[in-house]
């Protein structure tokens, strides 16, 4: 059973720092590309970044570009999001995500909440 569990959502005033986790099991985890994603209210949910099988490619979001950092532990089967400088318009709820044999999966989600 696929399970992904994010953490590390809270509420952080703005240019405050936040780290997100997620613990994947029952599956590969070493062979899956790993995403994570937003849904602000009112908005389609969007990429955020995704790290590819060994960690040394990435891809972000424009607007996250220098801001946020996915790095990924194999051996911890765990996804990391680091979340620096956060704007306003961070807020969102975060998803881990993975693709495994062409089916989505994804975890409950964490707020994010950057206000003053």
């Known amino acids: 059973q696929v399970q992904l569990v994010e953490s590390g959502g809270g509420y952080v005033q703005p240019g405050g720092s936040l780290r997100l986790s997620c613990v994947a099991s029952?599956?590969?985890?070493?062979?899956?590309?790993m995403s994570w994603y937003r849904q602000a209210p009112g908005k389609e949910r969007e990429l955020v970044a995704n790290?590819?099988?060994?960690?040394?490619?990435?891809n972000y979001a424009d607007s996250v570009k220098g801001r946020f950092t996915i790095s990924r532990v194999n051996a911890k089967n765990t996804v990391y999001l680091q979340m620096n400088s956060l704007k306003p318009e961070d807020t969102a709820v975060y998803y881990c995500?993975?693709?495994?044999?062409?089916?989505?999966?994804w975890g409950q989600g964490t707020q994010v909440t950057v206000s003053s």
């Open positions: 995500q993975a693709t495994i044999l062409s089916r989505d999966f």
């Open positions: 029952g599956f590969m985890f070493g062979y899956s590309v």
């Open positions: 790290i590819n099988t060994a960690g040394g490619m990435t």
